[in-house]
């Protein structure tokens, strides 16, 4: 009767261990995707500053000659 109680004891353990481990993944999934996330709109800011600072130039030189 003790061994079985020990048991069951270990496989509560086991499952809480493994229920906590698949949520710190989640975690960690959720955020590299948020990191991903940022960095794509930082380079899409970046490209239309790009953009706007090109065009701005090609204006200026217009407005010049």
Do not use: C, H, Y
Not at 35 to 59: K, Q, S, Y
Request: aromatic share 10%; glycine share 4%; proline share 0%.
């Amino acid at each position: 009767m003790e061994r079985n109680e020990k048991q069951n004891t270990d496989n509560a353990d086991q499952i809480a261990k493994s229920m906590l481990a698949e949520e710190k993944d989640k975690q960690r999934e959720t955020t590299r995707r948020m990191n991903r996330l940022w960095l794509w709109l930082a380079v899409l800011f970046l490209v239309a500053i790009l953009i706007w600072f090109i065009f701005g130039l090609g204006l200026f030189e217009a407005s010049v000659q």
